[in-house]
């Protein structure tokens, strides 16, 4: 259900034209609402399945070939240091936190994967840009995630 719900929330946002019309690679990544859900309510292994689904999903669902790198590279990226600094943060570090750490990482990520395919170093001039747009798509993305463990139902947040 979980899958589901992050692969029509990434398929909606796909349809979104680019925040960031120099980036267009970067976006708010709703998506990972679920991935951070995934991470604090099963684990750190659930959530890395999560993430390789929710990326071949994504990828049959639009045939993305080329975008391909960007959000494997930007999910992958999100789940290290989401799951990372969960397992070794939390309570101390709240869910926000944990969530812009992920999101920043990701757009770094996908400003890397950039350079790579295009062959111009002269993009990482973006970077400044690109990591304030991941704190603030981090802090949303923290903040649904933090309605979601708040006030779902507790048979829904405690695993069995």
């Known amino acids: 259900m979980l899958l589901g719900a ?11 034209p680019p925040l960031l019309p120099a980036a267009p690679y970067v976006r708010l990544g709703l998506a990972n609402v679920f991935l951070l859900f995934v991470i ?9 399945l999560f993430t ?4 071949l999903v994504s990828m ?10 960007f959000n494997l590279a930007g999910s992958l990226c999100a789940y290290l240091a989401m799951a990372g600094l969960y397992a070794a943060a939390c309570p101390r570090v709240s869910p926000v936190a944990v969530s812009v750490a992920g999101a920043v990482l990701s757009n770094i990520a996908r400003t890397c994967v950039a350079v790579a395919v295009t062959g111009a170093p002269a993009l990482f001039v973006q970077l400044p840009f690109v990591c304030a747009f ?8 923290g903040v649904l995630a933090c309605f979601l463990l708040k006030y779902l139902p507790e048979r829904l947040t405690k695993p069995k």
């Open 52 to 55: 390789l689904g929710k990326n």
């Open 40 to 48: 604090a309510v099963y684990g750190a292994g659930d959530a890395f």
């Open 60 to 69: 049959a669902l639009t045939g993305a070939g080329f975008t391909a790198l």
């Open 134 to 141: 991941g704190l603030a798509a981090g802090i949303l993305v």
């Open 6 to 16: 992050a692969s029509i929330v990434f398929l909606i946002e796909s349809l979104v």
